[in-house]
């Protein structure tokens, strides 16, 4: 089933283009565990396309609570974007990201997790055991209810949905783990990868060939146990394509902040990775010297932490945009993506 609506878009940074952009709805039947070159496209689509699809929880567990895939981190995609070519910059905008169940489920992992001994952190310690916590997901009211397994306390948190991943294929001919965050995007487990961000991926293959997954009611910043408040989600997706602009790293712009990742071990290195891309999109996009970019930067980043649980940790450098001079960054793709998000929230009331 697809909806048709005419759009302008910006193919380029100067060049603007009538498109028939079309809503494409997709139930995924087949998952992938790795970002891969090697994978068949899911589904075809072009720059200016919304893509309403679902995805299954970090477990393989679908929107009708059946096992469907294995873990970790099964992938709806990948999504062969038509005109992505290497050097371009893929935009994901995520227009909203809803749980599909009323459920949802959250877990420690023996020898996973910050505040443990892993494969990587040899401890002489038994591992922590596997505790199962199940979450009554309540979306009208907007709230997760976690429930104590060994005691009386009950807390309502406010339900915050994401995607811990969210990547294209890597380059150089790689298949990296679901698990694994990376330059190609992958398990980074922020927080800001909410409806209403758009995500900025470096294309490394022809089609970019995107995937997304690792549904979270929400989580906290560094998700200490290495599992979230895990669901399966109902998502829709805003794509376009930035032909000619590099994207060495992925970064995120919402309508507040910008913001740049790094994922890396150790921590310091991803702390590393994103400030100094944050520093190169600031000189960029505003015309500074780097050193002006570092010493503003310096004085007004916040960097919180995503992960520090998964093969390589993430970090995530963030600016108030209001702290700026207006810019339309990668020609204005937040805002005609945002506007296109609109449009099919609008159609669906």
């Known amino acids: 089933m697809r909806a048709s609506v005419l759009i302008v878009i910006a193919l ?3 060049t603007v283009a009538p498109l028939e952009a079309e809503t494409h709805r997709f139930i995924p039947q087949t998952f992938y565990n790795t970002f891969s070159f090697a994978h068949p496209p899911a589904l075809r689509i072009k720059p200016g396309d919304r893509v309403v699809t679902k995805t299954v929880d ?20 990948p999504f062969y974007v038509e005109g992505a070519e290497p050097g371009d910059t893929l935009a994901l ?3 909203s990201i809803e749980p599909s169940r009323d459920w949802a489920a959250s877990t420690t992992v023996p020898l996973f997790g910050a505040l443990t001994g892993t494969h990587a952190t040899a401890l002489l310690q038994e591992p922590l055991p596997e505790v199962v916590w199940i979450y009554e997901v309540d979306r009208k009211r907007r709230t997760v209810t976690f429930r104590a397994r060994r005691g009386d306390l ?9 995607h811990g991943t969210v990547g294209v294929a890597p380059a150089s001919f790689e298949a990296r783990s679901s698990l694994v965050p990376d330059a190609h995007g992958g ?7 909410r409806a209403g961000t758009t995500c900025y991926l470096g294309v490394n293959v022809e089609g970019a060939l995107f995937s997304i997954g690792d549904g979270h009611c929400r989580q ?6 290495g599992v979230a408040v895990e669901a399966a989600m109902d998502t829709v997706v805003a794509v376009d394509l930035v032909k000619g602009a590099a994207t060495p790293w992925p970064r995120l712009e919402s309508d507040s902040h910008l913001m740049s990742t790094g994922s890396a071990r150790p921590l310091e290195d991803a702390f590393r990775i994103s400030q100094v891309d944050l520093v190169q999109w600031l000189a960029e996009a505003w015309g500074l010297d780097q050193l002006d970019a570092y010493q503003l930067l310096t004085q007004a980043v916040e960097a919180p932490v995503a992960n520090v649980v998964d093969p390589n ?9 209001d702290l700026l001079p207006a810019r339309e960054l990668y020609g204005g793709t937040h805002r005609r993506l945002r506007e296109l998000g609109r449009v099919y929230l609008a159609e669906r009331r």
């Open 58 to 77: 970090a477990s393989g567990v679908d929107w009708d609570g059946k096992t469907v895939a294995s873990g970790p981190n099964p992938q709806t995609g």
């Open 313 to 321: 940790y993430t970090f995530v450098s963030k600016l108030r945009k």
């Open 187 to 193: 398990n980074m487990d922020t927080p800001e990868m």
């Open 93 to 95: 905008h995520f227009v």
């Open 12 to 14: 380029s940074f100067g």
């Open 154 to 162: 009950t807390v309502e948190l406010p339900l915050d949905p994401m």
């Open 220 to 225: 906290g910043e560094g998700e200490s146990c």
